[in-house]
């Protein structure tokens, strides 16, 4: 079984794995929600290999089929990105991202934008306990929701 590991951003190899699958995901969640300009297809491998974000990911063999980027502070997380390839959506390879992730920051917040209209995306962070905070909508008509997941922290 393919495990989750830490992404090296900065090679040109790696970066241009996250941006090929990046371009063919979020081509998919354009179609589903119906945007013709959708902000993350305009990132481009020098902006991914810039990133001071961490990147976590699974690949079978020389491929990458997912891939989470997370960025802030210890604990305060924002959850960037979660792409699959389209061949792999609701395979369960979000799902062990995002579990991986919750496990490896146990004591950390988070928080997550996406599209109104991607119900997928929404139906999976509230199956691993977010919850919607916020909606607002970004130039050009976009609309997001912001979920987050709170943790509680020991005495």
């Not at 970066?15 to 929600?33: D, H, S, V």
């Not at 004591?107 to 962070?125: G, H």
Request: aromatic share 8%; proline share 5%.
């Amino acid at each position: 079984m393919n495990t989750v590991h830490l992404l090296d951003q900065h090679s040109p190899d790696i970066a241009g794995k996250i941006w090929q699958l990046a371009r063919m995901a979020y081509q998919e969640e354009a179609n589903l929600i119906g945007e013709d300009k959708f902000p993350p297809l305009n990132r481009s491998i020098k902006d991914i290999q810039r990133s001071c974000s961490h990147y976590f990911g699974i690949c079978d063999g020389e491929e990458l089929l997912a891939a989470i980027e997370v960025e802030g502070i210890e604990d305060d997380l924002l959850i960037s990105s979660l792409i699959v390839t389209p061949s792999h959506f609701r395979s369960g390879l979000g799902s062990r991202l995002l579990h991986a992730l919750l496990e490896h920051k146990p004591r950390s917040r988070f928080r997550v934008e996406t599209s109104v209209r991607n119900e997928p995306a929404i139906k999976l962070y509230k199956k691993f306990g977010f919850t919607e905070i916020s909606h607002r909508e970004l130039s050009g008509g976009y609309k997001v929701i912001t979920m987050s997941l709170g943790r509680a922290t020991p005495c």
